[in-house]
């Protein structure tokens, strides 16, 4: 059997194994431990200097009710939403259908445009800030979510056609032949075949779009001010300024702007089953 | 029911030639088996016939139109694959009904269609079962019916039994040969196995290398082959090939030298002198002890009804000898060919026939 069951091996690596194991966990999961611990910290003890020990008395309560209280927090898991959404499924929607395209048909150009996608993934955006701020002011985007959106629509599109032309060249072929010779056009023939057979791709690239652009500092800062527009991650820096560092207060923001991505992941679970063409081909 | 016409039909892959100039015509209602080694051409040529490969040049014709630029759809064909191309997402009704569903097919002429081919192909019960569900012989049944109920003038099949067991695999080829007989219709059928080709076929067609080598009934092809390439493709286990010297014996008849000093003499020989290839099958040589040639059993394949015997005569190949089942010749026993000389085909050296040992009358 591969890879040897842990049971099997000699006492040494068994012990070690049992030692090991939760020391690593528990290294790895420090920094979240931490924030976890601060945010049901009462201030006083931070007050006073109680970073790491046990809290003097549980204030989860009162620390997660006042993050929506007393800043806008609230207004700003709205936006990361009206921003992270729209862009999920326009990215997905525009991916598909450029990956279907160069995976299927045999243009002439079709190696040059998949290379540009591939290209686009190597320059680094923090090269493109200034311009695209420019860009954001002069087209009147500037601090609004469509802006924000179509932004990242442009930057995700591209490792994500990638992804899904590899996907869908890795179907096989003779089902999309076959709906031709019995005469299915090709957009049915993109609805009905392909689109059910890229599913775990799609939510794969869901998960992690969702992900990456729900934890976007980078444009967030740079493309958006008002309290009606930015994200949660630029947004929770207010709690610094207004309260003097109310650290029991950032980690409990930080806590719940966690939590959507997290809900996202198993949500789409069930949808990442392995094995959705078999039985098409001889298998 | 379509007759389908090749002319002079060609096909390259950038440079490389595949398809060298094929000539073809498949009568109406015909059972027209491709074959030929892997590698020639075959499939290629069937989805040029399908519209699936474009037509470098020459011209399709179906049913007497030219359809060499007309989408696949629109030339009245259906295909079989040989992988089955099953859609893994829908069940077998679906997967049956999917073409006409998505070509505004009513909802009652589906319905009947379906539950005609299903009755045909013995699927009735399994109409709600995913691909998955399904064993090698009922996926590749189903794609049979996905072509049924297109109702097409003319079946294509490339290699549809070569992912299936060989007792599946004897099953389905009476099934489809069945099917031929009830829907009349034209199926062209590839395959690189010729049992295939012999059980099925009205017409082969032996294909190499991207020609045709010979076009005709499968007695014909068996008994009376234009070149050696046909003749040792065609038959199980394959024709007995030596290379002999020829002799003129005078009255028209050739004194055929075999390798290990005797001989046997011919009539009928194109050629009357010079080196060629002699080509014996296994079932016109007999163990005789005034035979021949002369030498020893290296292997006795037991079939049951019919032995086949290997011997080694000196050869880099052993003779093989179709004997009956009840032969009690074994390994390391001598023996002596008689070589019946009115079944000897001779080929020049280029490979053409130059005396058919066809039987036929
Ligand atoms: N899409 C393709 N591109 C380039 N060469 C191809 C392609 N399809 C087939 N060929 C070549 O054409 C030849 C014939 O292939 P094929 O028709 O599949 O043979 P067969 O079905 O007789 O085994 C082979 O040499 C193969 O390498
Ligand atoms: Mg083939």
Redesign the interface.
Known sequence: MFPTPIENSSSLIRIGYKVILPIALFLWLLPLLGIAFTSIRPAADLDAGNYFGWPSNFAGVENYTSVFTRSNIGYYILNSFKVTIPTVIGTLILSTLAGYALAIYNFRSNLIIFFLFVAGNFVPFQILAIPVRDLSIDMGLYDTSIGLIMFHIAFQTGFCTLFMRNFIKAL?V??I?????????DW?IFY??VL??VRPAIAALAVLVFTFIWNDFFWATIMSQSVSVRPITAGISELKGQWKAAWELIAAASIIAALPPVAMFFMMQKHFIAG???????? | MAKVELQDVRKSFGTHEVIKGIDLEIPDGAFCVFVGPSGCGKSTLLRMI???EHTTAGTIMIGGKDVTIVQ???RG???V?Q???????MTVAENIT??LR??NQSKATTEKKLSDAALILKLDRLLDR?????S?GQ?QRVAIG?AIV?EPGVFLFDEPLS?LDAALRVEMRTEISRLHAELDSTMIYVTHDQIEAMTMADVIVVLNAGRIEQVGSPLELYHNPNSLFVAQFMGSPKMNTFAVELSDYGHRKTKVDLPNGGFIVVDGSERLSGPAVLGVRPEHITIDTKGELKGEVVLSERLGPETMLHVDVGETEPVIVKEDGLNKLSRGDQCALKIEADACHLFASEGQTIRSGSLLD
């Open positions: 096989p003779v089902l032949e076959s709906a031709r010779v019995e005469g299915v056009n049915k009905y075949i059910p057979l959705l063409t078999l039985g098409a081909t001889k298998g | 399908a519209g699936l696949p759809a629109k064909v259906a295909m694959f992988s089955y191309a099953l859609y893994p997402n999917f073409g998505m070509t995913k691909p998955a569900q399904l090698g996926r996905r297109r992912n």
